[in-house]
């Protein structure tokens, strides 16, 4: 069974930074890839970052050139770092792990970004 747990999010000002991690139960090098999802209130969750084993990432457009995704296979951690923050980056953002066709998910962790 894997486990994801979220850490890092907090209240900041926009134009401020973050780094989001996620610590895995597992060897993380197993997972076919790891990524960040963003959901607000009853809505589904949408793609921010995603890297695969091999080290190849992919953004959302709209944090393209802000956020940077980025895995440490020692750590079984996964990290998000996100500079310049506006207040439409606020939400819970989610940890994803996709191993053995099955996709896994950590409980989340809330970003709010406000003066």
């Known amino acids: 069974q894997v486990q994801l747990v979220e850490s890092g999010g907090g209240l900041v000002q926009p134009g401020g930074s973050l780094r989001l991690s996620c610590a895995a139960s597992?060897?993380?090098?197993?997972?076919?890839?790891m990524g960040w999802y963003r959901q607000a209130p009853g809505k589904q969750r949408v793609l921010v970052a995603v890297?695969?084993?091999?080290?190849?990432?992919h953004y959302a457009d709209s944090v393209k050139g802000r956020f940077t995704i980025s895995r440490d296979n020692a750590k079984n951690t996964m990290y998000l770092q996100m500079n310049s923050l506006k207040p439409e980056d606020t939400d819970v953002y989610c940890c994803?792990?996709?191993?053995?066709?099955?996709?896994?998910w950590g409980q989340g962790t809330q970003v709010t970004v406000s003066s």
């Open positions: 890297i695969t084993v091999g080290g190849t990432t």
């Open positions: 597992g060897s993380i090098f197993s997972f076919s890839s």
């Open positions: 994803n792990a996709r191993f053995d066709a099955k996709n896994y």
